[in-house]
């Protein structure tokens, strides 16, 4: 397997060249576009990694899989789905023309930013707690306790962040945001800028390929409905407006985030974490899409491939 995932990243090295480091958070910029890291881990607690894979970063918009979990945890999926929807869509991660039409009532879904600063709302608790429990779940699945958040990243973030607050107080003017709008985006803030390396994603996407719960038993997050909901949204929506290409070429559920991660899931089988900060136009890592295109092809890894009768 470690040959493979060498391989592969070195077949994908090239693509580096057509993607850009997120620079609208000026602290993201100075990732190297150059880093390439994949590690996989099984459900017999095998673990593969190649490339940049112990390098930390920020996980960004991976975190509102999670928050997403927490929200359905503390109110339940009908509370949820009332105030963020279910559906894919054709706009950028961190569009709101559409929710400011009087025919759209809430965010297409948990992944676009709208969709997650309502999920992150919705956790119960202070603004303390709300972030305390997204990074101390993180730390519960990973079995980390020493994954924290960068400092200089959430600053970053919150500085910058003018998008983002327009978005929440239109929620809010729209009545889909609880609490205050600005203890609510400094959770969102600190969230997306939690510091991890593969290993630590690769074990959240195990996590979640076993119902939510890790392999020793040692933590349950929820119970496998919510799991089958957070892996249906990663799949119709974790990659942002190219969703469903993304489903098609390679079939596995997967959320990406700006700073180059990706988290994947095969259910029942693998979590898959890469790194790859050169990203494509949509905001996803543009070697990882590459790399996981190939994995899915080599080890028959797409969800929705149907094999056909001689």
Sequence with gaps: MNKLLERLIEKNRYLVQYGQVASYIP????ANPEDIGICILDMEGNIYCSGVYNKKFTIQSISKVIALMLALVDNGEEEVF???GLESTDEPFNSFYKLDLSLENKPANPMINSGAIVTT????????????????????????????YNKEVYESEKETGDRNRAIAYLLKNKGLLEGDVEEVLDVYFKQCSIELDLIDLAKIGLFLANGCKTLDGSYQGCNTEIATILIAVMTTCGMYDFS????????IPSKSGVSGGILSVVPNKYGIGIYGPALDDHGNSIAGFGILKDLSNELGLNIFKICGRN
């Design 121 to 148: 709302s919705l956790i119960r608790g202070s603004y303390e707690e709300k972030f305390n429990k997204i990074l101390n779940t993180i730390r519960k699945i990973t079995n980390n306790n020493n994954i924290g």
């Design 244 to 251: 469903g290409e993304f489903a098609a070429r390679v079939g």
């Design 82 to 84: 009332t105030r963020v």
């Design 27 to 30: 602290k993201l910029k100075s």
